[in-house]
């Protein structure tokens, strides 16, 4: 199974700040990734697919990258209602398969 | 508005059966391919199983092959998930999420979860 490391398992930071988390594959994967947002007692949400691709409704603050590997989902200026835990999950192939999470919690 | 609802947690014994399922609404469901995926408590999440829209296709993780089956009642708007010779490593919140139409494999939609715990 392709496995997702995801850095930092968390990090805490104030509104306005800007936001990187990375998520590391075993193996190549292309575009396949996916990251999402969940927060507690709350469904979780979709934020990106293809890697860069923001799914509709989703705040144009969030965007998301790839080299390699290597995939990154950024928030260019965070809000109150960004704080959360963020997993991406990779869709090449089966077992589907989540990194670890980060916790983005308030400083 | 589209959701979806799930049912059928609780409390039972390690070997024992239990059959979770996912009420969907404010959508046409038998388009699309439907998951399960589970998350224990302060763990990531885990994915279970996927079907087809029409049922015909399934694939299920191996921590759960030959003990877990995944079907749906498209005329019912319902998926189920059935869990036999439950063991304590399958305690976690299951949840239903919804393939999108894009990549049957992205999760569009998902409910909040019903909570299963296995123990004795």
């Known amino acids: 199974a392709i496995q997702l490391t995801q850095s930092p398992s968390s990090l805490s930071a104030s509104v306005g700040d800007r936001v990187s988390i990375t998520c590391r594959a075993s193996?190549?994967?292309?575009?396949?990734v996916a990251w999402y947002q969940q927060k507690p007692g709350k469904v979780s949400k979709l934020l990106m697919y293809?890697?860069?691709t923001l799914e509709s409704g989703v705040p144009s603050r969030f965007s998301g990258s790839a080299s390699g590997t290597d995939f990154t989902l950024t928030i260019s200026s965070l809000q109150p209602e960004d704080f959360a835990t963020y997993y991406c999950?990779?869709?090449?192939?089966?077992?589907?398969?989540f990194g670890g999470g980060t916790k983005v919690e308030i400083k | 508005q589209a959701q979806l609802v799930e049912s059928g947690g609780g409390v039972v014994q390690p070997g024992r059966s239990l059959r979770v399922s996912c009420a969907a609404s404010?959508?046409?469901?038998?388009?699309?391919?439907m998951h399960w995926v589970r998350q224990a408590p302060g763990k990531g999440p885990e994915w279970v199983a996927v079907?087809?829209?029409?049922?015909?296709?399934?694939s299920y993780a191996d921590s759960v092959k030959g003990r877990f089956t995944i079907s749906r009642v498209n005329s019912q708007n319902t998926l189920h998930l059935q869990m036999n010779s439950l063991t304590t490593e399958d305690t976690a919140k299951y949840s239903c999420?919804?393939?999108?139409?894009?990549?049957?494999?992205?999760?569009?939609?998902w409910g909040q979860g019903t909570m299963v715990t296995v123990s004795s």
């Open positions: 999420a919804r393939a999108q139409g894009l990549n049957g494999d992205v999760f569009d939609m």
């Open positions: 079907i087809s829209y029409d049922g015909i296709y399934k």
């Open positions: 999950q990779q869709f090449n192939n089966y077992p589907l398969t």
């Open positions: 293809d890697a860069s």
């Open positions: 193996q190549g994967i292309g575009s396949a």
């Open positions: 404010g959508f046409t469901f038998n388009s699309y391919a």
